[in-house]
């Protein structure tokens, strides 16, 4: 097990996870605010967004009526008795492409060539795929197409015709408010016409990791450094969040390299998320600096890992302070702050869902747990069927950061259980 050493304090005072969202939300009421608003942006910059008004169709889609094959379009009556050795001859009168006009009308006895998505003629009513014609009188030499064509199979009215509101009608609602627009809905957009769409504007976030033992990946280290991940973690899941990440900065545990860093974060954005320099020790520059200003609220949540939050603004910005070890950071975004984003931008919740344990495991208590989990491919199988097994990663410790690469879920231990058996049923966060 972990040790916890901020356990001699009274639980009783430490808001459950459950409870800090709300403060939370509070807290970050403008961020909320001002992402329930909209904002204009080009289709092709929308993927990812969330629509923030319904997108009505405003033509019929198709646009027109046109071929959907490569072939003839003729009139179904004509070739009627059409068949492989009863061909029917036809006239051809003209051929349209893709992107042309309409192409000179098709009477009895005529056919018109046409190009798949080109206008289909008046007068047509279907199209032959050039598969099942031949050439009857081949070209004039100045043609590109024959001068009679022989068609070889009857096709029905309609047939290879693709006619305006087969996809949508005008007034059709074509994607709802609040979906989050992936590759499927900004094709739907543009061929609506669309070049740009109402979506909720991402929150601008700046991050902050602090500590004076941190190191850019890569960087060569002194004794007792270590290469900084906290940074990368929060901005990579800030961004999965839909949030822009305006700055990430690495601070020292000096006030003056602290209070620029803050600044330059707290800059462009809606947001500042600290990591690091929370809890009790001497070098605590985020609590030093962020504590005593007005409405901060530095003490512990009743989980673990995650226990240590601040909260706090600076030049009027929001800012939410994150504990530095490695999972405590991550774990305390997933389960605390995530949430609130998501709501921020109109995402639905990440679904918590059920499985069981493979093998016993130990919690604090008064704490809710949440331990790293690898949920296995298949449901348990035999007599428990139905939910799937979680596998418990590596252990509890918060600075275990690397095996956290195995675990897909956190798996939540309820605040009043001090161990949990194989087999029992807990509550999974995908991470
Ligand atoms: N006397 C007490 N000590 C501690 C308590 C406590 O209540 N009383 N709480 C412990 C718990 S729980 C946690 S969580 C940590 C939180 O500490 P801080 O937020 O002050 O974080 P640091 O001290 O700055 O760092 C902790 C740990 O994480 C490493 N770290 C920090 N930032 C990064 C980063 N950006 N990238 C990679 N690694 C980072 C740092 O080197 C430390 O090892 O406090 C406990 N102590
Ligand atoms: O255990 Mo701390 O709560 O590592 O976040």
Redesign the pocket.
């Known amino acids: 097990m972990a040790s916890h050493?901020?356990r001699p304090t009274h639980p009783v005072s430490r808001p459950s996870p459950a409870g800090y969202r709300e403060l939370l939300r509070t807290h970050l009421a403008p961020v909320l605010e001002r992402a329930a608003q909209s904002t204009r942006l080009p289709v092709v910059a929308c993927a990812d967004s969330v629509l923030a008004r319904d997108l009505l169709a405003s033509v019929d889609l198709p646009l027109f009526v046109n071929s959907q094959m490569d072939g003839y379009a003729v009139r179904s009556a004509d070739i009627a008795g059409a068949g492989p050795d009863s061909p029917v001859r036809l006239r051809v009168v003209g051929t349209t492409h893709a992107g042309d006009g309409p192409g000179p009308r098709v009477d009895d006895d005529e056919a018109c060539k046409v190009m798949t998505g080109a206008p289909v003629p008046e007068g047509a009513d279907c199209v032959v795929p050039v598969e099942d014609t031949s050439i009857g009188d081949p070209a004039d030499p100045s043609g590109g197409r024959p001068a009679t064509v022989l068609v070889h199979a009857p096709r029905a009215a309609g047939e290879f015709i693709r006619r305006p509101g087969d996809d949508v009608r005008a007034g059709d609602l074509v994607i709802p408010a609040g979906t989050r627009l992936e590759a499927r809905h900004l094709a739907a957009a543009a061929s609506l016409g669309e070049s740009g769409l109402d979506v909720r504007p991402r929150p601008r976030v700046g991050v902050v990791?602090?500590?004076a033992?941190?190191v850019a990946p890569g960087r060569p280290l002194e004794p007792g450094q270590?290469w900084?991940?906290?940074?990368i973690t929060l901005a990579a899941a800030l961004k999965a969040c839909g949030c822009e990440v305006t700055a990430t900065v690495i601070s020292s545990d000096d006030r003056d390299d602290f209070t620029a860093a803050l600044d330059h974060a707290a800059g462009d954005a809606d947001l500042v998320v600290t990591?690091?320099?929370?809890?009790?020790?001497d070098a605590?520059v985020v609590r030093q600096v962020l504590a005593d200003r007005e409405g901060a609220r530095f003490a512990p949540v009743a989980m673990q890992?995650?226990?240590?939050q601040g909260l706090s603004s600076w030049r009027d910005v929001p800012v939410v302070c994150l504990?530095?070890?490695?999972v405590?950071a991550l774990v305390s975004f997933v389960v605390l702050l995530r949430p609130v984003i998501l709501e921020a931008v109109g995402r639905v919740p990440v679904p918590t869902t059920r499985a069981r344990l493979s093998r016993a495991v130990g919690s604090p208590a008064g704490k809710t747990q949440y331990l790293r989990g690898a949920l296995a491919a298949e449901p348990s199988g035999g007599d428990l069927p139905g939910i799937p097994t979680v596998d418990p990663v590596s252990g509890p410790g918060?600075?275990l950061v690397a095996s956290m690469a195995r675990a897909d879920v956190l798996i939540e231990v309820p605040a009043d259980e001090t161990s949990l058996a194989a087999g029992d049923e807990v509550a999974v966060i995908p991470l």
């Open positions: 050493p901020d990791a602090t500590g033992e941190l270590i900084e991940s906290n940074s990591v690091g320099a929370v809890s009790m020790g605590e890992p995650g226990g240590p504990p530095g070890n490695p405590s918060s600075h």
